[in-house]
Nanobody, 127 residues
Framework: VQLMESGGGEVLAGGSLKLSCTAS????????MAWYRQAPGKERELVSS???????NYADFARGRFTISHDKTDGTLYLQMNSLQFEDTAMYYC??????????????????????WGPGTRVTVTV
């Protein structure tokens, strides 16, 4: 199973972007998922996460500007980013819960870490 992000690009400060994350198979409809980012020369950091019940969590820098959502019908994860700042420039990665495969289907583990990662989509904010 592979994740793939899309929606990145270059935007002026103050602008908006909406990132999407899709899976090669319908696996993550009932899994917790998250967005991370990594800026040049910095460590990867959590942007936002969403649980199976739809409970969301945001990093301080994202709260009030970013909105995470998860379409359970097709498993697509979104990140709406508004009021983008130069400091938001980074590679953005989606992540999904670890899974077990049994009886021909996947089950989410609700693990403490994420087992699937996309290759990332680049967001560049210019001033």
């Amino acid at each position: 199973v592979q994740l793939m992000e899309s929606g990145g690009g270059e935007v002026l400060a103050g602008g908006s972007l909406k990132l999407s994350c899709t899976a090669s198979e319908f696996v993550f409809g009932d899994c917790k998922m998250a967005w991370y980012r990594q800026a040049p020369g910095k460590e990867r950091e959590l942007v936002s996460s969403i649980t199976v019940l739809g409970i969301t969590n945001y990093a301080d820098f994202a709260r009030g500007r970013f909105t995470i959502s998860h379409d359970k019908t097709d498993g697509t994860l979104y990140l709406q980013m508004n009021s983008l700042q130069f400091e938001d420039t980074a590679m953005y990665y989606c992540a999904a819960d670890r899974t077990d495969f049994s009886g021909g289907r996947y089950f989410c583990r609700d693990a403490t870490d994420f087992g699937y990662w996309g290759p990332g989509t680049r967001v560049t904010v210019t001033v």
